[in-house]
């Protein structure tokens, strides 16, 4: 299984900007599909942004043209740049892996999960 590690939550004002990071190590990242989740206070974990081995990505409606996910193979990394910060958007983050590199939106298709990190954005 693929280790995860996310960093660079934080405290943000609305309209602010921040960028997640999620090194992965033990596994064949390469080929790994990479997903990024939420779950904010009361409510279940969603999907946010998946990318696929290849490049391809996908993100949930309500982040698009906000947020941006993409990887550095060389890096062992996958990044969640996220523009245009609202309230709405405070939550956990969770880095996700999946050994079919395939993209996915669904959180039973990941095997490894990493410990999250908290994002709030203030208004």
């Known amino acids: 299984q693929v280790q995860l590690v996310e960093s660079g939550g934080g405290l943000v004002q609305a309209g602010g900007s921040l960028r997640l990071s999620c090194s992965a190590s033990?596994?064949?990242?390469?080929?790994?599909?990479m997903a990024w989740f939420r779950q904010a206070p009361g409510k279940e974990r969603e999907f946010v942004a998946a990318?696929?081995?290849?490049?391809?990505?996908s993100y949930v409606d309500s982040v698009k043209g906000r947020f941006r996910i993409f990887r550095d193979n060389a890096k062992n990394t996958v990044y969640l740049q996220m523009n245009s910060l609202k309230p709405e958007d405070t939550a956990v983050y969770y880095c996700?892996?999946?050994?079919?590199?395939?993209?996915?939106?669904?959180?039973?298709?990941?095997?490894?999960w990493g410990q999250g990190t908290q994002v709030t954005v203030s208004s």
């Open positions: 996700a892996a999946r050994r079919n590199g395939y993209i996915s939106s669904r959180q039973e298709d990941f095997d490894s």
């Open positions: 033990g596994g064949t990242f390469r080929t790994s599909g």
């Open positions: 990318i696929s081995w290849s490049g391809v990505t």
